[in-house]
């Protein structure tokens, strides 16, 4: 069975590897941009449920599905419309708080494999 960090690492491949045009640079240059929007995504999100405010929690979570995707990253899309469906439904609960911080750690470690 794979692992996160697997199908992640192996989506982020896939998705490059079908430019044409230096593959290579074009996702150095995207996985730079992606943990600049990473670094923020984190602060922000923890300003969010520090002051337990849902609907900006919701929306950082929503609008980081765009990040996401823009690295070919499916199954972490996948997780995150998972977070916003138990925020909407349980507030901050622990589950939230757990599949958030699993997440935030494949992507983190992901993030240092590809570097």
């Known amino acids: ?25 074009f996702k150095a240059e995207m996985l730079s941009i992606f943990n600049e929007s990473f670094e923020i995504f984190k602060k922000e999100i923890k300003r969010a449920i520090s002051n337990e405010d849902k609907k900006a929690a919701l929306f ?3 609008r980081f599905k765009s990040s996401l995707r823009s690295i070919g990253v499916s199954a972490l899309v996948d997780i995150n419309n998972e977070l916003e469906a138990e925020l909407s439904e349980n507030n901050f609960s622990e589950r ?9 750690e494949c992507i983190e470690i992901c993030l240092k494999k590809l570097s």
């Open 60 to 62: 950082l979570i929503h």
């Open 96 to 104: 939230f708080s757990k599949k958030l911080s699993k997440q935030m």
């Open 1 to 25: 069975m794979k692992t996160c960090i697997d199908e992640t690492l192996t989506e982020i491949d896939d998705f490059f590897s079908t430019f044409t045009r230096n593959p290579l640079v």
